[in-house]
């Protein structure tokens, strides 16, 4: 497996937790992409849905502010 080829969405409002698995995941080589919120996640979930960007894994908080992690995940 080549890590640039998964790509990885984090969904996650603390701005330290956030740039701490940026760090560690472009280290490792994998493609990161982020989202602050529930709400800003389901968007990107929804407009990458059919395309090549789409994300192999999301890494997912539970308590956010506009939209929880547990209403996303339901969504999906």
């Known amino acids: ?8 969405l984090l ?5 330290f937790v956030r740039e701490l698995y940026e760090r560690v995941l ?3 080589g994998f493609e990161f992409f982020s989202a ?4 800003e996640g389901w968007d990107l979930i929804q407009r990458e849905a059919g395309s090549p960007h789409k994300p192999d894994l999301i890494l997912l908080d ?3 502010p506009k939209m929880d992690g547990l209403d996303v ?3 999906l």
């Open 11 to 15: 969904i996650e409002d603390e701005l």
């Open 36 to 39: 602050v919120d529930g709400v």
């Open 1 to 8: 497996m080549n890590p640039s080829d998964k790509k990885i």
């Open 62 to 64: 539970v308590m956010m």
């Open 73 to 75: 995940l339901r969504s």
């Open 26 to 28: 472009k280290q490792a």
